[in-house]
């Protein structure tokens, strides 16, 4: 419970609180009314804090009973609160009231205290009041005068002191004092150690150093007057063991004054009594002092091993014994002692064994006659002493069988160092000291502080020492193999004292016992190299170095063979793999260096100045030897190691590859060294011609080295591609021209220090100018790298061949291209600029700028030449998509010129290309499953096919002109059906006839190929029904199916074909099909390129031959060779064996729609339907209106007919634009992809309409519209033919029957489903699903429809709702992936079933007080509608938990239902209505100002309505944007049938 307040009566404070002007009054119980409510308000607020930090620990029942209590008893305070304030209003009175009794009660107490005041003074005071007899003499002098001279003389001689003598007097007196004690010094006595006094204020005071300080004075004149002692001074202190404390107590010294002045009396020698009695005890407390500090060090830090007291008689001497390990016949002790002959000397050391009387006299000075008394600095210097003795004695040892050496005793504590080599660092050296504890030897090397003989000479020192020359030759040599180490530590090789011989080798060298070094080259595995070392006999402490080259061998053991091969200079590769492993050596050969000529090669010269304490120092020379600055190496490098090591390192890979280059039959020079001693050089004289059979060494090279790799797979030249270029004679003989030499050197990569070879070719110029800037000189280099670290060097050879075949064969498409650059009649300048050309690659830029570029260079891999493309600053190079097409077309003509023209006239048109999106998208056609939206698929250099969504594909044919053909891909040009994975393109001559130049198409195109329509095959209209198959041309037959065509009889089309034309040729009769092509006479021809049905066929066998009479020469324009039918495409061979493809499991072919039929495919039989139609025009390349009718352009087989289009019309067509609809504001897309999704949303509605029940299809005469019904609706689905880039809904209301009345629909609202379709539906993104779901809700009941229609009038115009509405609202057409999980996302997100409706509303927050949209919050409501008890309600999961604010909105719609008086009346608008108005968040703002401007809406204007899009909140799916609507321009007002507002009528409507 919480702790009960006290009333407020009880606080402290209130009671006796004085109102301001009555503090004279009596106390009264007042307080101001301010001051009351702020205690009021403090108790409650304090009481709540109480309760909000109490509460939380306790049950929920205790906390309810404590908010009661709380509430009860503030509501109980602040009632008696209202009821004074109420009685407050007549307070005036009162204050008057209680203002006259107080003043009544004051005169009445006023006057009851006189009285009894009087009472008790007559009564009490008066009564023993008397007065005395006053001294007025007295009182008159003291206050007259200020003095009293009439008090008794005893009185002040007790009290009032004397008076005191003047300063002057005191002076006068001390003066004279002095000189009474200068005169009894002068005439008595004085002992030299108390000569140090000083005289002063009438005292004098006599100082002893380190021993006391005593005052005296005299207290007369007279010789008799004994000396007065006035204070002692003891100066002995302990500083170690004393803690700062005073060694005598004060009752000590008061004793010793006592005494020594009870001697002073009648003592003719007073001053020597004194100075006998203190010296004594002085020296009795020094000697006190050093054993007590003896004591204590024995016990905290030594032993009895190492100090020990062996004799101590107070006062007189102290012994003590040190270095009691050592074995000597009198030990090392020492004695403090007093003078036994002279009392007044200090006290002195006694050394055993002694030691000379200046350092014993040091010793004392040092530790006992200082100031700082102590027996550890008494023992350190005496061992010191003793260490620098026996040192010094062990120093005249080394030197007698050390001559010429510098030997060095210094330090604290002594150290004696011996230098071992000669250099000699100081940290080599051998340290020599003495244990300061035991007396003992002790020896180390600081820089070798685990050397193992150091321990051994310390052996030696503390016994034998006749061990120690041999100690320090051992010592020597095991420094120098440390100083090997060091050497080698950054040089690529370890030194190692012993190998793993199983036979120890018979050279002598090799022998157990010998001072030598194996040094292991990490780069040379089977080499080896031996270093001999030897004291110089003249100085011991200098090295002689020796070395030897050994090649080894290894082996398992004794029985392990190994070849005569291991003794030659290549390296060993890699051993065979073996079950044991070889890990012992054997010594196959070894060869001695000469010393002198090792270190003393081209560039290198070693200091033949020898003094007699230094040793050669080599170093490389750069400089000439005038100006050459002596090397200085530090001590522990050793020169002529490391020049050694490094010269094996370096010259060993030279000789291994001149010894492969041999092998090859490639000549060169041999190893030389480059001029300044730069580098080594390895000089090839020429390189062989690429292609030619190999010599039988280099056969058998070339079989070891595929033996090794023979289960990896070979590289095959590229298909299609012919033989290597062809090297002619005058080429090749100026490519030796050019060749001025060939060097090979090594060197080490910086970052990752591995070797490499570094293989320089010097050109003299290029018979190809470029424009790069260090390609202007005569001299060009090329360098090429190769790795050392395989020690293959075969493999490094056959690089260095591949890399010169590359050099061959470019320069042998170089040199034809140069003469032909400078041909002044191609325009070849004008179309590319050579960027660089550095021998292995040739840099062309192209395009308007020049700046994209294309890298040619010749790959061994796939023996052939590989091209890369690369963009510039400003544009892309989209020539990447046809990269293996352009080298394929390269490898088989060898012609750069040819690749130039094709680059060139290209570069526009796949520029356009490359602007298309390839980006994967969702919901096509199944949600979770990604389609690329287009895909490029380059086949040849000339001809490219566009795949869009897996659906349709469109083949591109680049001709010359700046003409491109653009023709429907999923129209066979070899079989008369279409290809299975595509669909055709209805509508697809119409839209490129909008985009064709006649003037262009008239110039790239032929007199006949107009005259040749392509025939329908006996394909259906897809789109308008059953019966609305169309017809063919007038002779029935097609192009493909010249004899020439004929493709082999397969069981799927035995039978199917139309029979092979029999009329002649004839350009001039429209409706007569064109024969094949003359020299297409041969069928054997076409035999092999029946199952290739996507390639592009060679031209004999083109349906529509190019007009080759209008053309000029080009790349583009000659005859196709057989190898472009193998060209992969997009057929189901390819699909079979390429899953990773987009065909396969995104397209059509391969997906089963749910609940839906099979995608229509074309009749198989190739005949013509009973309600077939001739036409009688003819389709041509040109618009719309040359020869054709609007049917014909539409027809399925006329996207078959290739239309010619401009570069400027393809830029046109792919590049992205703003929507036609300017009011809609989305994304900008190309023209092409707008009508190719157009396309796709109205194959997918057909679609749609064939698996829906509910839906009955109707058959339209027009081709490429969609018709149609629903209940009481007729709908029309057309494209907008002014651009072919939108598609519109036109319904219709039927008429209802007479007998059965049906609820019709106004025309605004059908106006606004069209605009709706329009806007939501049809409008990028296409996403086949929101079909979907527009075509459930057609199907709704008209009274339901009815208020659909209204939400979407409300999500397309939302100030329509008025100022009431808190919320604008979407209807979601796809599921968006932040609703409630109840359906998948992605899918149509309108469900029907058992007489429920299911849909999406996402709804957003108007914001106020200008905040932005993007921060209004957005929720998605699942909403059910159940149309037989006209409740809108909710969907909510039981297994989810639903947030706060999808919680109101339920409950918002639960209570319209339950208040819902109009029964008769659909609720569905009304309840959203509701909800949009009523549902209000935690953080609400205050609503706006009436009228106030509703944000941006969603919608299109369409007529009269003016309509806008924009963003609101956040879109129900990431790829719906959402739209903003424009004020409205139309009328508005109305009120249509059911009572529902109704939008202004619409005068124009879709067109």
């Not at 060749?739 to 990569?749: A, D, F």
């Amino acid at each position: 419970m919480a702790p009960t307040p006290l009333p407020l009566e009880q606080m402290a404070g209130v009671g006796g609180y004085l109102p301001a002007g009555q503090e004279g009054g009596p106390r009264i119980n007042t307080m101001s009314m301010s001051v009351l409510i702020d205690f009021i308000i403090q108790r409650t607020y304090h009481e709540l804090t109480v309760l909000a930090e109490l509460l939380p620990r306790k049950t929920d029942m205790e906390r309810k009973i404590e908010i009661y209590n709380y509430a009860a008893r503030t509501r109980h305070l602040f009632t008696r609160l209202n009821a004074l304030v109420k009685w407050g209003n007549s307070v005036s009175k009162v204050d008057k009231s209680s203002q006259i009794m107080s003043f009544l009660d004051k005169q009445n107490m006023l006057f009851v205290e006189t009285a009894d005041m009087l009472a008790r003074m007559s009564r009490e005071t008066l009564v023993r009041a008397r007065l005395p007899n006053f001294h007025i003499p007295a009182a008159v002098e003291v206050l007259t005068t200020g003095t009293y001279n009439r008090l008794p003389t005893c009185i002040r001689e007790r009290i009032v002191p004397a008076d005191a003598i003047t300063p002057a007097e005191k002076k006068q007196t001390l003066l004279r004092l002095n000189q009474v004690i200068q005169h009894r010094l002068v005439t008595g006595k004085l002992l030299p150690q108390m000569r140090e006094f000083r005289i002063k204020n009438g005292r004098v005071t006599f100082e002893v150093k380190h021993e006391f300080s005593v005052a005296l004075t005299v207290m007369g004149d007279s010789q008799n007057v004994p000396w007065r002692l006035l204070d002692i001074d003891v100066l002995v202190e302990d500083k170690e063991t004393g803690d700062g404390k005073s060694l005598v107590h004060p009752l000590q010294v008061n004793y010793i004054h006592q005494l020594i002045q009870a001697r002073l009396v009648e003592n003719p020698n007073a001053l020597s009594e004194v100075y006998n009695c203190l010296h004594y005890f002085c020296q009795s407390l020094q000697l006190e002092v050093l054993y007590t500090q003896t004591l204590r060090l024995n016990y905290e830090r030594l032993d009895d091993n190492n100090i020990t007291v062996e004799e101590y008689v107070p006062g007189v001497k102290l012994t003590v014994s040190y270095w009691r390990d050592l074995k000597s016949e009198l030990g090392y002790r020492l004695t403090v002692q007093s003078d036994p002959s002279e009392i007044g000397r200090p006290l002195a050391v006694v050394h055993v064994p002694s030691l000379g009387a200046k350092e014993s006299a040091e010793v004392a000075d040092r530790a006992v006659r200082s100031e700082h008394l102590s027996m550890e600095r008494l023992i350190v210097h005496t061992v010191y002493i003793r260490s620098v003795s026996r040192l010094s004695d062990l120093k005249l040892e080394f030197q007698a069988f050390l001559k010429d050496v510098d030997f060095n005793l210094q330090g604290t504590p002594a150290i004696l160092t011996v230098p071992v080599l000669s250099p000699c660092l100081r940290a080599e050296q051998i340290h020599i000291t003495i244990d300061t504890h035991t007396g003992m030897f002790r020896c180390h090397v600081p820089k070798h502080l685990d050397c193992p003989i150091t321990e051994d000479m310390q052996e030696a020192l503390n016994a034998d020492r006749s061990k120690l020359p041999s100690l320090l030759s051992e010592l020597r040599y095991w420094i120098t193999h440390r100083r090997c180490e060091k050497t080698l530590q950054h040089l690529p090789a370890t030194a190692t004292d012993t190998l793993t011989f199983l036979t120890l080798p018979e050279q002598e060298l090799l022998q157990q016992g010998r001072h030598k070094i194996y040094v292991k080259l990490h780069r040379h595995p089977n080499i080896i190299l031996v270093v001999q070392l030897k004291e110089k006999a003249t100085m011991a402490n200098e090295m002689e170095y020796t070395f030897h080259l050994g090649f080894v061998a290894f082996q398992k053991d004794e029985a392990d063979v190994i070849d005569d091969s291991a003794k030659q200079l290549v390296s060993v590769v890699a051993q065979p793999p073996s079950d044991i492993p070889k890990f012992f050596t054997k010594l196959m050969r070894l060869i001695e260096f000469d010393t002198f000529v090792a270190t003393h090669g081209p560039g290198t010269e070693v200091d033949a100045e020898v003094s007699p304490h230094k040793r050669k120092s080599t170093g490389d020379i750069l400089a000439p030897p005038a100006k050459q600055q002596k090397t200085i190496f530090p001590a522990y490098f050793i020169p002529e190691l490391a020049h050694v090591v490094a010269m094996c390192d370096e010259k060993i890979p030279f000789m291994n590859l001149a010894q492969t280059l041999s092998k090859h039959n490639i000549p060169h020079s041999g190893l030389q060294v480059e001029a300044n001693a730069t580098s080594l050089v390895l000089k090839i004289l020429a390189l062989p011609q690429p292609g030619k059979s190999a010599t039988a060494s280099g056969q058998q090279t070339q079989q070891g080295a595929a033996s090794g790799a023979a289960s990896e797979p070979k590289p095959q030249p590229l298909s299609g591609s012919s033989a290597f270029p062809k090297i002619e004679p005058h080429v090749w003989d100026d490519l030796m021209r050019r060749v001025l030499s060939i060097s090979v050197r090594s060197q080490t990569n910086k970052n990752s220090q591995v070797r490499i070879w570094v293989v320089e070719f010097v050109f003299y110029s290029t018979p190809l100018q470029s424009c790069h800037p260090k390609e202007q000189g005569s001299r060009r280099t090329v360098y090429l790298t190769y790795e050392q670290a395989n020690h293959d060097f075969s493999k490094t050879v056959e690089e260095l061949l591949n890399d010169w075949s590359k050099i061959v064969y470019l320069y042998t498409l170089v040199h034809d291209f140069a003469e032909q650059l400078k041909n002044k009649r191609l325009p070849l300048c004008d179309m590319l600029v050579v960027k660089s050309y550095s021998y292995m690659n040739l840099l062309l830029g192209y395009g308007p700028k020049k700046e994209v570029s294309c890298n040619i260079y010749w790959s061994v891999q796939s023996h052939g030449f590989r091209l890369t493309f690369v963009g510039g600053m400003s544009a892309v190079n989209a020539h990447s998509m046809m990269r293996d097409q352009l080298a394929q077309h390269l490898n088989q003509h060898h012609s750069l010129t040819q690749i130039a023209q094709i680059l060139h006239e290209t570069y526009y048109p796949m520029s356009s290309i490359a602007k298309l999106p390839v980006l994967p998208f969702l919901g096509i056609p199944r949600p979770q499953v990604p389609v690329l939206s287009f895909c490029m698929l380059a086949q040849s250099p000339c001809l490219m096919r566009l795949t869009y969504q897996a659906v349709y594909c469109l083949e591109l044919r680049f001709r010359a002109n700046r003409l491109v053909s653009i023709r429907d891909g999923a129209s066979s040009r070899f079989e008369r059906n279409i290809i299975e994975e595509f669909t055709p393109i209805q509508g697809l001559k119409a839209f490129l006839s909008k985009y064709v130049d006649e003037s262009a198409a008239y110039r790239g195109r032929a007199p006949h190929e107009d005259d040749n329509p392509l025939s329908p095959m006996g394909m259906e209209d897809n789109y308008g029904g059953p019966s609305s198959v169309t017809g063919v041309s007038a002779g029935g037959s097609s192009p493909f199916l010249g004899a020439g065509m004929r493709g082999p009889q397969s069981p799927r089309d035995s039978g199917l074909r139309f029979p092979a034309p029999h009329t002649p040729p004839s350009s001039s009769n429209p409706h007569t099909p064109a024969s094949p092509h003359p020299s297409a006479g041969s069928g054997g021809a076409a035999q092999s390129h029946g199952n290739f049905n996507l390639t592009s066929p060679p031209a004999p066998h083109m349906p529509h031959p190019s007009p080759g009479g209008l053309m000029p020469s080009s790349p583009l324009n000659p005859q196709p060779s057989p190898h472009m039918v193998h060209s992969p495409g997009p057929n189901t061979l390819y699909m079979q064996s390429h899953q990773d493809s987009p065909f396969t499991a995104m397209s059509p072919a391969n997906n089963q729609w749910p609940g839906s039929p099979s995608m229509p495919r074309p009749s198989p039989r190739p005949g013509q339907s009973p309600e077939h139609k001739s036409t009688g025009g003819s389709v041509v390349a040109g618009g719309p209106d040359r020869g054709g009718s609007r049917g014909t352009l539409n027809r399925p087989w006329a996207g078959a007919v290739p239309t010619l289009l401009t570069h400027e019309a393809l830029e046109t067509l792919c590049r992205p634009s703003p929507h036609p609809n300017k009011d809609i504001n989305v994304t900008d897309m190309s023209p092409l992809e707008r009508f190719l999704g157009c396309v796709y949303m109205r194959r997918q509605l057909h679609r749609n309409i064939q698996s829906e029940e509910s839906l009955t299809a109707l058959n339209s005469t027009e081709p490429g519209v969609v018709l149609f019904k629903v209940d009481g609706l007729q709908c029309q689905v057309m494209l907008n033919q002014m651009h072919m880039q939108t598609l519109h809904l036109k319904i219709t209301q039927l008429p209802s029957p007479p007998d059965k009345p049906t609820f019709q629909l106004s025309p605004d609202d059908l106006l606004v489903i069209e605009q709706y379709f329009d806007t939501r539906v049809a409008a990028p993104p296409y996403r086949p699903n929101s079909l979907h779901s527009i075509c459930r809700l057609l199907n709704l009941p008209a009274q339901v429809l009815k208020d659909f229609v209204q939400i979407m009038r409300l999500e397309l115009k939302p100030e329509f709702g008025g100022d009431q509405l808190k919320w604008t609202v979407q209807m979601c057409m796809r599921m968006p992936p932040s609703a409630v999980p109840i359906v998948p996302s992605g899918n149509a997100c309108v469900v029907l079933g058992r007489m429920k409706i299911l849909f999406f509303l996402q709804i957003t927050k108007i914001p106020y007080n200008g905040k932005d949209w993007k921060d209004s919050p957005s929720l998605v409501l699942p909403i059910v509608y159940d149309i037989t008890t006209n409740l809108t309600q909710m969907a909510e999961r039981r297994e989810q938990v639903p947030s706060p604010m999808m919680t109101a909105a339920s409950t918002l719609l639960r209570r319209f239902a339950e208040f819902n008086s109009q029964q008769n009346q659909c609720s569905l608008f009304p309840a959203i209505t509701d909800l949009l108005t009523n549902l209000q968040l935690a953080t609400d703002m205050p609503q706006p100002p009436p009228n106030q401007a509703i944000g941006p809406p969603v919608g299109v204007g369409v007529g009269g309505v003016g309509v806008g899009v924009g963003v609101v909140g956040s879109s129900p799916n990431p790829m719906m944007p959402m739209q903003q609507l424009q004020p409205q321009v139309g009328p508005q007002g109305q009120v249509g049938p059911g009572g529902y507002p109704q939008l202004g009528p619409n005068p124009g409507g879709p067109q």
